[in-house]
């Protein structure tokens, strides 16, 4: 026995059945169900024998061959859908890895987002089913991906990566004597990304400083970096320690991103830009002033080198680099300053560099070398390294780890990760 029994059959065209008329009601017998009321039903798609060549408006109910033989070809979908309306499109040529087929939700959501996608799979082809406002078209069927027939087309993100600074060595009275530690490397990047990459995120430490009570040294700050599927790895180098004595010489500052200050008496500093990068991460650490003068010197800054001392006093660390990548201009990677035995600390550079202090935290500055107090203290530790990203809000996937603090600005979103974790495209 049928469930329903239709009276009136206003039409019957390709696959759609439309039943009754406007102004008829469909009346169900007692103890009958309904089944697909409120949409047509569609039992397929009418596939249209003409190739598709150039910029097309597509209908619902209707799948078309797409001939991407010779040029890039952009699909727009209907502008008023129902829910159940599909639309079927096929790379007929197989070629839309080299001409992508873009397919354009005209104003309305797909995949609930309102950007473009992109069939860029060779002989792929994909069903859209329009849905709700919610998350409007989806993809119900593809062959050949492997997962989603529609892919985020390419979009550039700007990265910021700085190292952590370096620290400095301490001294029975106090952490006079030694260089100043050297910032963190500097570098920015812009790249372009596709869908679904994931970008990992290391944020690197600030050296510690040298511990108190006798001549110990100071460490180098870590590295900082960010990679990914199909990215040019990025990474900065942990800046330099400074210089200090080892209980039987005074060191020349270590190098790195920024090299650290020479030790007094008549040390070097360290090199920067090591590992050497293009453009350059960072400068060279100062030297110290030759005895009997006991200033050291100060540890550079990814915009200047460390003031080389010539006299009791310490070296002043050379400025960072201002970045407008949060919207505002942050001047990061300062070097430390350097101490002395007998005169007054250097001054730390712009850019979270350390006058007889530590260093700035995510912002890569080199530690600051103490003055003579005459009192035991430990060396100082560099600031903690920062990666930033910045993404067209448009683009924006949300998926992180790590906890980065998010933020706007203009058009695009901000992600500051002060510590390591990840953002998936």
């Known amino acids: 026995m049928p469930l329903l029994k239709v009276n009136q059959i206003a039409s019957y065209s390709g696959n759609t059945l439309t039943i009754g008329t406007t102004g008829d009601t469909v009346?169900?017998?007692?103890?009958?169900?309904?089944?697909?009321?409120?949409?047509?039903?569609?039992?397929?798609?009418?596939?249209?024998?003409?190739?598709?060549?150039?910029?097309?408006?597509?209908?619902?109910?209707?799948?078309?061959?797409?001939?991407?033989?010779?040029?890039?070809?952009?699909?727009?979908?209907?502008?008023?859908?129902?829910?159940?309306?599909?639309?079927?499109?096929?790379?007929?040529?197989?070629?839309?890895?080299?001409?992508?087929?873009?397919?354009?939700?005209?104003?309305?959501?797909?995949?609930?987002?309102?950007?473009?996608?992109?069939?860029?799979?060779?002989?792929?082809?994909?069903?859209?089913?329009?849905?709700?406002?919610?998350?409007?078209?989806l993809a119900t069927s593809g062959v050949n991906n492997g997962s989603d027939a529609l892919i985020a087309p390419p979009y550039s993100i700007d990265f910021l990566v700085v190292g952590g600074g370096g620290g400095t060595g301490s001294h029975p009275s106090g952490n006079a004597g030694a260089g100043g530690g050297g910032a963190g490397g500097y570098r920015t990047s812009t790249q372009s990304v596709t869908g679904g990459t994931v970008i990992t995120v290391t944020v690197g430490d600030g050296g510690a400083g040298g511990a108190p009570g006798g001549y110990n040294i100071g460490s180098s700050g870590s590295d900082s970096s960010i990679s990914g599927s199909g990215l040019t790895t990025i990474t900065s180098a942990g800046g330099g320690r400074g210089g200090s004595y080892s209980g039987s010489a005074w060191l020349t500052g270590a190098s790195g991103g920024s090299g650290g200050g020479g030790a007094w008496t008549g040390t070097s500093g360290g090199n920067g830009n090591t590992p050497s990068t293009s453009p350059s991460q960072g400068n060279n650490g100062g030297n110290s002033a030759n005895?009997?003068?006991?200033?050291?010197?100060?540890?550079?800054?990814?915009?200047?080198?460390?003031?080389?001392a010539n006299s009791n006093s310490g070296a002043n660390g050379g400025n960072g680099t201002a970045s407008s990548i949060t919207g505002s201009s942050v001047t990061y990677s300062g070097g430390g300053g350097g101490g002395s035995l007998s005169g007054s600390a250097g001054t730390g550079g712009t850019g979270g560099g350390g006058t007889n202090s530590n260093g700035t935290a995510n912002t890569g500055g080199g530690g600051g070398a103490g003055d003579s107090t005459g009192a035991a203290a430990p060396g100082r530790s560099g600031g903690k390294g920062v990666v930033i990203l910045s993404v067209p809000t448009a683009n924006y996937s949300s998926t992180t780890t790590g906890s980065p603090t998010v933020t706007t600005s203009g058009s695009n979103t901000i992600m500051q990760f002060n510590g390591s974790g990840s953002y998936t495209t």
């Open 291 to 308: 005895s009997p003068q006991y200033g050291a010197g100060g540890g550079g800054g990814a915009g200047a080198v460390g003031s080389n």
């Open 27 to 137: 009346t169900l017998a007692a103890g009958s169900t309904s089944s697909g009321f409120g949409a047509t039903y569609n039992s397929g798609l009418n596939w249209t024998s003409t190739l598709v060549t150039s910029a097309l408006t597509v209908s619902a109910g209707t799948g078309y061959f797409v001939n991407t033989s010779t040029a890039a070809i952009t699909l727009t979908l209907p502008a008023s859908p129902t829910f159940g309306s599909i639309v079927g499109i096929n790379d007929y040529s197989g070629y839309a890895s080299t001409n992508n087929i873009t397919v354009n939700p005209n104003g309305l959501k797909m995949e609930g987002g309102t950007l473009n996608k992109l069939i860029s799979t060779n002989k792929e082809s994909v069903f859209l089913t329009y849905t709700d406002t919610t998350r409007g078209w």
